[in-house]
């Protein structure tokens, strides 16, 4: 077994809401063989409210959330990347800047919990429902041998990942 930490970005347009979900949530489920990071490419500047209670509900620990630019992680000085995922259709359709090391990349297209319309608790569940498909995906990740698979079985198996059910079962 190899003591590699990978590291891994999360990408989205806001940086408000997945993605941010999306570190907090490897960064728990990768128990240090995994450092998450996450970035949009038109930061909010700040992390939706409903994210931040959400982890907090949840027991993440938020101090880590802001909403930061994806050049940030273009910068020389920046950590490598071994993966880089977008989260949202619109992060996944952009010129991405190019990559230090060229990681691997997949797009795991996750509904915008941030532009759900309804009731408070409608606008929750979306966000509840956000941060179970992407729990359910980085769970799927993190139990990838990724020492014994070859760098296209591991393209195929992240490819897949993204395309994993994304409505509750």
Known sequence: M??????VLFLCTGNSARSIIAEAVLNRVGQGRFKAYSAGSQPKGEVH????????TLNHDTSF???KNWEEFAAPGA????????????????????????PMTAHWGVPDPAAA?????????????????????????TSLPMTSLDKLA????????????????
């Open 154 to 169: 591991l393209q195929i198996r992240l490819d897949e990942i993204g395309r994993s059910s994304q409505k509750a079962e």
């Open 79 to 102: 950590p490598q990347m071994d993966f880089v995922f977008t989260v949202c259709d619109n992060a996944a359709n952009e010129a991405c800047p190019v990559w230090p090391g060229q």
């Open 117 to 141: 319309e309804g009731t408070e608790a409608e606008k929750h569940f979306a966000f509840d429902d956000a941060y179970r498909m992407l729990n359910n995906r980085l769970s799927i990740f």
């Open 65 to 67: 959330a802001r909403s």
């Open 2 to 7: 190899s003591d590699r930490t990978y590291n």
């Open 49 to 56: 409210p409903y994210t931040l209670q959400l982890l907090k």
